[in-house]
Nanobody
Framework: HVQLVESGGGVVQAGGSLRLSCVASGSIFRCNVMGWYRQAPGKQRELVATIPRNGRINYADSVKGLFTISRDFAKNTVYLQMNSLKLEDTSVYYC?????????WGQGTQVTVSS
């Protein structure tokens, strides 16, 4: 089993920046891919970015060039640096890890972008 704990959400003005963190514990050796997803009220959960242990990082088109995902293997932590935030980035952001055929999710952290 894998536990994921997110932090770093909050309220920020449009154009500002936030950095989200997700600390993984448990059977993390199983987790090849980690990433961030988000879900706004009334909408489906959508991919933001994923980062494999080895291989290509993947970003949603809407955040390319604005958000950066990174991974610190020594700290078992994945980060999401979000720059130039827009009102439409307001969502609950969820950390995700894929171990084998199992998807693990954090509890989510709220990001609110204000005008």
């Amino acid at each position: 089993h894998v536990q994921l704990v997110e932090s770093g959400g909050g309220v920020v003005q449009a154009g500002g920046s936030l950095r989200l963190s997700c600390v993984a514990s448990g059977s993390i050796f199983r987790c090849n891919v980690m990433g961030w997803y988000r879900q706004a009220p009334g909408k489906q959960r959508e991919l933001v970015a994923t980062i494999p242990r080895n291989g290509r990082i993947n970003y949603a088109d809407s955040v390319k060039g604005l958000f950066t995902i990174s991974r610190d293997f020594a700290k078992n932590t994945v980060y999401l640096q979000m720059n130039s935030l827009k009102l439409e980035d307001t969502s609950v952001y969820y950390c995700n890890a894929i171990g084998g055929t199992t998807n693990y999710w954090g509890q989510g952290t709220q990001v609110t972008v204000s005008s």
